[in-house]
C-alpha cells in the first residue's frame, strides 16, 4: 500500500518549489488526486489527508465511487467525453477538463440549460496533432472560440493539454509553453480571461508548473502505479 498522506505532502513540497523557481505563489496552483482504478477508500485515505479534489476519466467507475464518498468533494472529469454519457457527467463533476469540439461544447451547452447548471470547463488542445489524442486541433480552437463564448451556459476556465509523450519531462516543456501561449493568444483576440492551464501529471508537473499550469492532474505518485495505461483516450 503506497502512504498516500505522505506522497500528497512530498507532491505538494514539489509544486511549492516548482512555484518558487517560476516565482509564482502556490495557492495559484491546484493538485486535482487523479483516482482512476483507485478504489473509494483510496480516495478516502486521500481526502483525510486533506486532499478535496479528485480527477476521474471512466463515468461507469466513477459513478459508484462518488456515490460512496462524502458530497463535500470536489470532482473532475478528466477524460474524453461521449455524448451519451454528458446528462450524467454534467450533475456529478464540478469542471470537466476535455471538452474538444464546438458540437460537444453546444450539446453540453444546451443539456446544461436543461439541468438548471453552469458547467466549467476546459478546452482540449491536441497540442501535438496526435491521431490517438481528441483535443481541438490549435488552429481550430482560436477559429472557434467566438462561438464558443457565445454558449451562455458554459464558463470556460482556459485549455488543457496531454503532451505526446517523450523521453523525460523535459520534453514537455514546448507543449506546455505553447499551450500557455495559445491561452494568451486567445486571451488577446478574444477579449476574455482564460486564466487556467490545466496540464501536468505524475511524470512532469514540475516543469508544467515552471511554464503556468493552475491544475496539475497527478494519479500514479499519490496512489500508486495502474494495472493498466491510460493516457486520457477513450473509455
Ligand atoms: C490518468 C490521467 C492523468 C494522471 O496520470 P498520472 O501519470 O498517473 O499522474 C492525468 N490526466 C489525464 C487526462 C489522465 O487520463
Not at 112 to 119: H, K, Q, V, Y
Not at 206 to 232: L, P
Request: net charge negative; aromatic share 6%.
Amino acid at each position: 500500500m503506497p502512504d498516500i498522506a505522505k506522497n500528497l505532502a512530498e507532491i505538494k513540497d514539489r509544486i511549492a518549489a516548482s512555484c518558487l523557481r517560476a516565482d509564482r505563489d502556490p495557492e495559484t496552483v491546484s493538485l486535482i488526486a487523479v483516482s482512476k482504478t483507485f478504489p473509494a477508500d483510496a480516495v478516502r485515505d486521500a481526502w483525510e489527508a486533506g486532499q478535496s479534489h479528485f480527477g476521474e476519466n471512466r463515468l461507469q467507475e466513477a459513478e459508484p465511487k462518488i456515490e460512496l464518498l462524502p458530497g463535500s468533494l470536489h470532482w473532475h472529469f478528466i477524460g474524453r467525453v461521449q455524448r451519451n454519457k454528458v446528462r450524467r457527467i454534467l450533475p456529478r463533476f464540478e469542471v470537466i477538463h476535455a471538452i474538444d469540439s464546438l458540437g460537444l461544447a453546444s450539446y453540453a451547452n444546451d443539456l446544461a440549460g436543461e439541468l438548471g447548471l453552469f458547467p466549467k470547463v476546459f478546452l482540449q488542445v491536441n497540442v501535438g496533432g496526435e491521431a490517438s489524442k481528441g483535443g481541438f486541433e490549435p488552429a481550430i480552437v482560436g477559429a472557434e472560440m467566438e462561438n464558443l463564448l457565445a454558449l451562455d451556459r458554459l464558463e470556460i476556465l482556459g485549455l488543457m493539454c496531454i503532451p505526446p509523450p517523450g523521453p523525460d519531462a523535459e520534453s514537455a516543456r514546448p507543449w506546455f509553453a505553447a499551450l500557455r501561449e495559445q491561452r494568451d493568444e486567445l486571451e488577446r483576440r478574444a477579449g476574455v480571461p482564460l486564466p487556467f492551464l490545466s496540464m501536468g501529471m505524475s511524470g512532469d508537473f514540475e516543469v508544467a508548473v515552471e511554464e503556468g499550469a493552475t491544475h496539475v492532474r497527478v494519479g500514479s505518485a499519490i496512489f500508486g502505479k495502474r494495472g493498466y495505461q491510460m493516457d486520457g483516450g477513450p473509455d
